[in-house]
């Protein structure tokens, strides 16, 4: 490499999607840019962030990744692509008895004969024209197909006939389960294909857009995606496991927070304008849902990072409700004086609400104004008129409700305009509560002021009053939030639990004549725009040190580019019992099964295996200055005095490859290396 080498990170946050050109090689920071997220198409917000980057810099970067927020939206909100999932070998009359397709993400599902036993033996021939008919059933109407085999991780055989046999048919993209998770649990596997599967179109239309922009100013250079782990792969993998980019933004963030700081024990918080993210790092590495992350209502057997998530952020919609004076989150709106700031109208209504004789509630003083264009999409007669009456610019739904009842019933309630983002709310947040307290002013600081008031009329308060109510309110959920992960020692779920008396004292909710004090052991680094304004008060209050390093606004950026390719490969050497006695072994994984006499030669074969399959997979996904680590984990079971208390049961060799991403320059090197694995 030369002397610099320089990597454009691309991360798409809730609120806002950030772009930073490092240096790789010190992963210093060169140049960075904001631009608000555009939810209706991603493409959008990372052309505007990348227009916002030096030219010049841009001509010279070698290296490209991005963190996407796709999958994950994708999933929670269900708008993956409509799947058929093929189960080879599985009992259906136990599925549907123990209600366990309610873990498969899809109503699509075709059951065929075959399979394999655990020993990776064949348990029944694979019943090829049971496939036939789902190809005809189902070739019209779905947009890729996914299939798993029961213990197909031990020989995936029928699964790869069956894709082989379905591509042919239906001309689709076929998702196999086996290359997805190496686990034995064949729901979750299932589930997880089939997610992959109804993602892989959404990926693949926003990696060509995302292509078409870096072609537009002239970045010719390979195109990785950040993992649920934090480690990176070439976009043409990505395209095939898309359901391995849940959760990128967190693992991002964790990455970020590492080049940035050099710690190698820390707790990292993100706190963006829509979610707050925590995360833990022991030894410089993130702690990592080994169990499988959680997306929405699916589990899924994709390793991620263990975070905490809540949503909790800049743009967190402020709100009264009867069981606290204010409420913070979880919907994300356009804070008040980001939205007056181009549309001056936004203040005018504002100042009407305030001198009303009616005075308008809190909840009719939120906002709406068109997102993208409406050309081309049929609407019912009231969203055409909520449409047509947004034209102008931003109305509040006070002003709505008095021109058009029903726009009013219609947009108290989940609707479509919002929900395929063709229309945006705003209101107060804590961003405008900064701006009122004068911790942070952007945009127009009377807007937010406007919008204080009206909440503080209800309230019976000052601007200035409800403000800080507010950022005290994002102080102390935040803190439950890390007390809850400090306690447990890692991060995971998505609520606090912490909720006692002691919880209470030590926010000094609560009176009397007893003081507590909590004291966090792991220092926190915040990153994200808002991160400095909430988490260093929330670390006072932890006694914890707190480091907001250099570019920790643009973090998950840095975590995009700065980031490993790691592969990890898992194959099973198992012991073959018959009531004679020991037989022989097994080894099993993503190939056809094979026999040994000795364990020697089985584990000798197994390490040569592994290590041959992580390194392939990792030099596909992207890596360069491969470093192979390979452990053998040996499994026994209890016996009798004869066989010393113990039996060996088998091993798990697990080869995990380890190497930095490629560069443009070595592009023509990577394709020989491929050929020759």
């Not at 109804?198 to 857009?209: C, K, N």
């Not at 606004?553 to 020991?582: F, H, K, M, T, W």
Request: with cysteine; glycine share 10%.
């Amino acid at each position: 490499m030369t002397e610099q080498t320089l990597g454009l990170g691309i991360d798409t946050g809730g609120t806002f999607t950030d772009a930073a050109i490092v240096d790789v090689a010190s992963n210093s920071v060169v140049a960075a840019a904001k631009a608000p997220t555009t939810h209706y198409d991603l493409a959008v917000g990372i052309m505007d962030a990348l227009d916002r980057l030096p030219p010049e810099l841009l001509a010279q970067v070698e290296l490209v990744s991005l963190s996407t927020t796709l999958a994950t939206n994708a999933i929670v909100e269900g708008n993956g692509a409509p799947v058929c999932l093929v189960l080879i070998g599985y009992d259906e009359g136990l599925i549907r008895n123990y209600n366990l397709d309610r873990l498969l993400p899809t109503a699509n599902i075709a059951y065929v004969g075959g399979g394999h036993r655990s020993t990776g033996e064949e348990a029944a021939p694979l019943d090829e024209s049971a496939l036939e008919q789902v190809a005809r059933k189902y070739a019209g109407s779905v947009a890729a197909i996914a299939v798993s085999g029961f213990f197909a991780v031990r020989n995936p055989e029928h699964e790869l006939r069956a894709r082989d046999v379905l591509a042919e048919l239906t001309g689709l993209p076929i998702t196999c389960g086996h290359e997805l998770a190496s686990e034995l649990d064949s729901v979750l596997r299932a589930a997880t294909c089939a997610l992959n599967a109804s993602l892989v179109r959404l990926l693949r239309d926003l990696m060509l857009s995302v292509q078409r922009a870096l072609a537009s100013l002239s970045v010719d250079a390979p195109l990785m995606v950040v993992r649920g782990d934090g480690s990176l792969m070439r976009v043409e993998m990505a395209l095939e496991r898309p359901v391995e980019t849940i959760l990128s933004g967190p693992a991002a963030s964790v990455v970020g927070a590492r080049a940035l700081t050099q710690l190698d024990d820390m707790l990292v918080v993100d706190i963006g304008g829509t979610t707050t993210d925590i995360a833990v790092v022991r030894g410089g590495l993130p702690l990592l849902n080994n169990e499988g992350a959680r997306v929405g209502r699916w589990r899924t057997l994709v390793r991620a990072v263990q975070t905490t998530s809540s949503g909790l952020g800049g743009d967190s919609q402020v709100s009264l409700d009867g069981s606290t004076p204010l409420q913070v989150g979880p919907r994300r709106v356009i804070p008040l004086a980001f939205l007056a700031e181009g549309h001056p109208e936004v203040k005018r209504d504002l100042v009407r609400m305030m001198i009303a004789s009616g005075a308008p509630s809190p909840a009719e003083s939120a906002f709406f104004t068109l997102s993208r264009s409406v050309d081309g999409l049929q609407y019912s007669d009231v969203e055409t008129r909520i449409l047509k009456a947004l034209e102008l610019g931003p109305r509040s739904l006070w002003w709505l409700a008095q021109r058009d009842p029903w726009a009013h019933l219609y947009l108290s309630r989940p609707n479509t305009l919002e929900r395929t983002g063709v229309v945006l709310r705003g209101g107060f947040t804590p961003t405008d509560a900064l701006h009122v307290s004068g911790g942070f002013v952007a945009w127009d600081l009377e807007a937010a002021r406007l919008g204080a008031g009206l909440l503080g009329r209800a309230l019976g308060l000052r601007a200035e009053d409800v403000a800080e109510a507010v950022l005290e309110q994002v102080r102390r959920q935040l803190i439950r939030l890390l007390v809850d992960v400090l306690g447990k020692g890692h991060a995971g779920g998505t609520e606090p639990q912490a909720d006692d008396l002691l919880m209470r004292l030590a926010l000094g909710m609560d009176g009397g004549d007893l003081e507590v004090s909590l004291r966090s052991r792991l220092p926190m680094v915040g990153i994200g725009a808002p991160a400095e304004h909430f988490v260093a008060p929330a670390a006072r209050r932890l006694s914890a040190a707190v480091r907001f390093p250099e570019h920790f606004d643009v973090a998950n950026a840095v975590g995009a580019i700065c980031g490993s390719v790691v592969a990890r490969e898992v194959v099973q050497v198992i012991a073959i019992y018959r009531p004679s006695g020991l037989d022989g072994y097994v080894l099993t994984g993503p190939f056809a099964a094979q026999h040994f006499h000795t364990r020697e030669e089985a584990l000798a074969e197994a390490r040569s295996r592994a290590a041959g399959l992580a390194r392939r997979h990792a030099l596909e996904a992207g890596a360069a200055d491969i470093e192979m680590a390979v452990v053998v984990d040996d499994q026994q079971g209890t016996a009798g005095p004869a066989f010393g208390g113990k039996l060996y049961l088998g091993s798990a060799v697990t080869a995990t490859a380890v190497g930095r991403p490629r560069f443009a320059r070595e592009a023509a090197t990577a394709a020989i290396d491929e050929r020759l694995w």
